[in-house]
């Protein structure tokens, strides 16, 4: 979700923060009344890949594991944030900004135990010469001054340059879309409205470079792309969320994630298992998913402590084709148990989650004004072997979102 970037918000949030008393929050009310809530309806591709401007949130977030020579490990994030603007949608000024844009970008540098990052704002209207961000309607097309996003058949191009680091990286598609939820129809909450459409690509063999502090590396490795826009994706009583989307060693591909009250309980929760050379996903149930959080770390810029190590658990997926067997709510039998997976369909599957590294904290205040953890995670399995990596994000730890 969403990402859940960062899934993911901030943008209420955003606005107060970013541009002060002239964008003034908007209630839940109005939202609504100036954008009514989602409905469920078939995604279609290529148009849903771009923009959705009538929504008041939309992200298009991108994650991966990379190798370089000399068996150097590094993660990236690169995230941009389009925010509806309500109060300015009836202006027919040239200047009014109708959108916002933001952009956030990261590299994990797992053996200097570091994180780079940096963040872009803009706005856009109904003046494209004026805008310093776009977003295509008909397709993967994003643009915040130098940073981009961009498709291609079935290669993306994710380029931006930070002030000590830089991405330059090519990504192909190996599988095809992932729907999260109903068909691309997520659920966020026991409320109708809360929902997003939401879907996934995993496992993108990326090729290309990353410049860490004037050094330019050639990387390759797996990468994994949401795309998710809503009117109003957090019940009233959620504070943040963590989310995790994993690269499975075997080709498949794993989503968690969870909504979080302000005591650490799970508000809602969900997720889906794709097994390595399916077309459907196993979608996982809000009362299926279990977070439990284990290590926890201390920022000591922030002083935001967040669990750096998970304990997972997912619950009642029933057997249908044999001891290996799986299905889940979608009543697809699938042929191969998810990795870790247990003899009995009745016992849960248990997953470790752990950070490479701790300090992995993001502060956006000069963008969307969240601070919050992104970062590269492995999953390993009950008996302790590593399974996949991915990343996790969590969110709301520093202070609640609000969205």
Known sequence: MTRFATRRQWLSAALAATWGAAWPQVDAATQQAVAPPLLPRP???PCDLGSHPETAIEWWYVTGALQAPGNVTLGFQLTFFRSRVPNT?????RFAAKQLFFAHAAVTDVAGKRLLHDQRI???????ELDLAQASETDTDVRLRDWSLVRTGEVYLAKAVGSDFALNLTLRETQPLLLQGDQGFSRKGPLPEQASFYYSLPQLAVTGQ???SGKVLPVTGRAWLDHEWSQSIM???????????VNLNDGGALTLFRLRDKVGGSVWAGGSWRKAGATQAVILTSEQVVFKPERLWKSPSSGTTYPVEWSLSILGLRKLTGPSGLAGSTGMPETAPIPGAMTSA???????????????????SRSTGAIYWEGLSDLLDAQGQPVGRGYLEMTGYSKPLIL
């Open 235 to 245: 019940p009233p009583q959620a504070v943040g969320w963590d989310w995790t989307g």
């Open 43 to 45: 995604l279609q591709f």
């Open 89 to 93: 949608q009836a202006m027919r000024s």
């Open 346 to 364: 009745t016992e849960p599957l248990h997953f470790t989650l752990r950070a490479l590294i701790d300090n992995q904290e993001l502060d956006s």
């Open 122 to 128: 803009a706005r856009s209207g109904d003046a494209p």
């Open 210 to 212: 990353v410049t860490l």
